[in-house]
């Protein structure tokens, strides 16, 4: 069809030309654009939608319609594997480029040996910085915009993100021309918007700015801070009183703004005793005013404050996935309605096996995939009250199938996992053995080495012919087992027990490298580089052990907890980070007599590295400030090379304490809590939680039970053939685990246990492995 010429539609037919979308141009002057009509086929826009969902990404009714929108579908697909690089790349350059303090200055930004600073900072110059900023905000905002197109919905965070981010491209595109980017010229505004930017884009700290939001909005968490602060103004104001005209007085309570200082320092339990002993050496009562502050501050009443706040946190946590649940059901029953048609009954079950073919993009393991589609199919049907023989799938079952294929937590397997020979596994077992005595034998090497070492303090490295024969036998096995295991699993396999081979891998790799390295270049410290890898093998030893291998998975278990609250971490940092180098940029310095006679100018030799001359020396400040030791040293600096302002230091560093201390990690240890507790009371081991090997995968073709425990700790599971997926059919509603079975078949995992009635279908017995009970 034929559309009037404009220029919008011609630049978007030449910018889509290469994604083979059907159009042409006509040569004539009028410049018409011929597009051709593209037919949206309901399955593809269904898939569309349901990985839209995924992501966690609104979208409405209209999503996906017209060709306009699976153009701009097709380009945020080409950006999607490029998007979070380009986030962490344009995030990071503020470590290596020139501090936004000395942009109209010298780029030099004065002499090192005066100005500390990080050594990474001042490698990019702004030249190049600047250049390389607009190209990555281009595409950040170009991935924005054509999701918002083809979603047919900008919500409130892609809105929030785009405006930040065209924003900063005009500051930065101006700061190219004039060197300081958009009036006023004291501030540097795409430096600051940078974390805005991040928490725009991520996932993880939007979750967690909703939910701490949710809890600071809570009225007893309120009260209890309102009780605190007053507790603060009136004990201060008492020890104005009592301490008036003494030698403690003047040191610590002249005033009630120093009184307030040295309280609230007290409270962070960063100068106690010293906050007393001017008094206490004079008298042994004053310990009663002291203590009894930090009994009712520190130990009651701010326990009781994060009690209100774990409580107000799991509150704010449940209503927020019960929103976000209730956003998910809408959205699918819109692909419900799509795919439903004209259908009063349901989905038609050949439609729905469509749909599962196109989310996992299905390449050459057509079969495998239509039996697995075939088992979801009764699975999520057998887990209603009776059984669905119809044609069509019913709006429940689909929910209960769709809820999962759009859960993130759920790794859907595309094609059949690989699936080694038998004696290629045992042979896998054996060598790990071998490894494991091999490597024994080279720690104790290394540990005589090392005892060498100490003895010769620092003279030579202690390496006669059997040790480098030691050294020599142990780096040959350990690869040779690299190479069966990586035979033996494949890259799926490998994926599956991922901590344990990259621990492997990286140690491994090391080890050789460093070895093959030492024996063409004699230098002690490649020596003692070399040993130092050596050492870190002994983690595959510790494996061994059940109860390190049981702390180290239950870590890795609450990973994503520490995800959400590092991101929002990160974002913290950046910001005050980012803040501090506009503000005290430069100020810092070793030659400043205004910090010569203070604490910041004599603790340790001196403070002066602490400083925010860049970005990367403000984040090890915050990292000090985190951990609360001597963080009133460092604020009490930033104060004085203020000068009238020194306020503005000492508040800064105190609102930080309360953005880390009073939110974030308090939020951090009630959610790693509430993870520990749900994952203890569940009834299955940890061992059994952790990811599965490559043997574990279902297999229609081969029935039997998986490899035998070993290194990786694999699961004997059960396989099911098209006799026992009619017995799973006849049996539905009867399985009380089925939601976890579907959850097993889309990670291409074998199911565990079945019902009695599928139980006769197989020769042999059943007996329930030690899988855990997923949570639906």
Not at 314 to 329: F, P
Not at 375 to 391: I, P, R
Request: charged share 20%.
């Amino acid at each position: 069809s034929r559309r009037p010429p404009s220029r919008s539609a011609c630049a978007m037919a030449a910018g889509f030309k290469y994604l083979a979308v059907p159009f042409s141009m006509d040569a004539s002057t009028t410049g018409t654009v011929v597009i051709q009509e593209v037919i949206i086929d309901p399955i593809d826009r269904a898939a569309g939608l349901l990985s839209y969902c995924r992501q966690s990404r609104s979208f409405s009714s209209s999503a996906l319609l017209d060709d306009c929108q699976w153009r701009a579908r097709l380009v945020g697909r080409i950006l999607d594997s490029f998007d979070r690089p380009v986030l962490v790349l344009y995030m990071f350059i503020y470590l290596f480029e020139v501090p936004s303090w000395c942009w109209n200055q010298d780029e030099s930004c004065g002499n090192p040996d005066i100005i500390l600073r990080s050594p990474l900072a001042m490698r990019m110059p702004t030249t190049l910085s600047r250049p390389l900023q607009l190209f990555l905000l281009g595409a950040l905002l170009t991935h924005e915009v054509c999701k918002g197109i083809a979603l047919g919905v900008f919500s409130f965070w892609p809105r929030i993100s785009i405006a930040i981010m065209s924003f900063s491209f005009v500051d930065n595109s101006v700061a190219c021309i004039n060197g300081y980017g958009l009036p006023p010229e004291a501030i540097c505004w795409h430096p600051l918007l940078r974390p805005f930017i991040f928490m725009a884009l991520s996932r993880s700290v939007q979750k967690f700015a909703e939910q701490a939001w949710g809890a600071l909005k809570s009225r007893p968490v309120w009260d209890l801070a309102a009780s605190q602060f007053l507790l603060l103004i009136f004990w201060g104001w008492f020890g104005v009183l009592l301490f008036a005209h003494t030698h403690e007085g003047d040191s610590y309570f002249d005033g009630f703004e120093v009184a307030y200082r040295s309280l609230f320092i007290m409270f962070t339990t960063a100068n106690f005793p010293d906050v007393m002993m001017p008094a206490y050496a004079r008298t042994r009562w004053v310990v009663i005013y002291f203590a009894l502050y930090l009994i009712l501050s520190l130990y009651m009443m701010w326990n009781v404050l994060l009690a209100s706040m774990f409580s107000a946190y799991k509150a704010s946590v449940a209503e927020n996935l019960r929103q976000s649940h209730g956003q998910t059901e809408k959205q699918l029953e819109i692909v419900f309605d799509i795919l439903r048609g004209d259908n009063s009954d349901g989905i038609p079950k050949e439609t729905l096996r469509s749909v599962f073919f196109a989310c996992v993009n299905d390449s050459g393991c057509s079969e495998w995939n239509r039996k697995r589609a075939d088992l979801l199919m009764a699975l999520s049907s057998s887990v209603g009250n009776g059984s669905d023989k119809s044609e069509a799938v019913s709006k429940e079952s689909w929910l209960r199938l769709a809820h999962l294929l759009v859960n993130p937590e759920v790794t859907i397997v595309e094609q059949k996992p690989y699936r080694a020979p038998q004696w290629l596994l045992d042979v896998q077992n054996k060598m790990a053995y071998v490894v494991d005595a091999v490597v024994f034998v080279d720690l104790v090497v290394t540990a005589l080495q090392t005892q060498a070492l100490l003895v010769s303090r620092g003279k030579g490295w202690h390496a006669p012919w059997h040790f480098k024969l030691v050294h020599c036998t142990c780096g040959v096995v350990f690869i040779a087992e690299l190479l069966v295991r990586v035979a033996a699993q494949r890259w799926e396999g490998l994926k599956k027990d991922a901590y344990r081979n990259s621990m492997d891998f990286a140690t491994g790799v090391a080890c050789s490298g460093m070895g093959i390295v030492s024996m063409f270049y004699q230098r002690y410290s490649i020596f003692r580089w070399t040993a130092l890898f050596r050492v870190m093998r002994s983690e595959r030893l510790l494996w061994r052990l059940a109860g390190v291998r049981r702390a180290v998975k239950t870590l890795l278990y609450l990973l994503g907890t520490f995800r959400s609250t590092g991101s929002a971490l990160m974002f913290v940092f950046y910001i005050y980070s980012t803040v501090g180098v506009q503000i005290f940029g430069g100020l810092i310095r070793s030659d400043d007599e205004r910090l010569q006679d203070t604490d910041f100018g004599k603790a340790a030799g001196g403070y002066y590295a602490n400083n925010f001359n860049d970005f990367g020396s403000g984040l090890v400040v915050f990292f000090e400030l985190m951990v609360v030791n001597n963080w009133f040293i460092i604020a009490d600096g930033l104060g004085s090379v203020l000068g009238d302002w020194y306020r503005l230091g000492w508040m800064f560093c105190i609102s930080f304490y309360f953005c880390i201390h009073i939110l974030i990690l308090n939020i951090l240890v009630t959610s790693i809590v509430e993870t520990y507790e749900r994952l203890i009371h569940e009834n299955a081991p940890i061992d059994a939680r952790y990811r599965h090997s490559a043997n574990d995968m279902l297999d229609f073709d081969d029935p039997g039970s998986g490899g035998d425990e070993g290194l990786n700790h694999s699961v004997s599971c059960i396989g099911l053939g098209e006799e026992e997926l009619m017995c799973v059919e006849d049996s539905a509603g009867q399985s009380p685990d089925a939601r976890d079975d579907m959850v097993r078949v889309l990670e291409g995992v074998r199911i565990a246990h079945a019902p009695p009635e599928i139980a006769k279908c197989f020769s042999k017995s059943i007996t329930r492995s030690a899988l855990p009970a997923r949570p639906a």
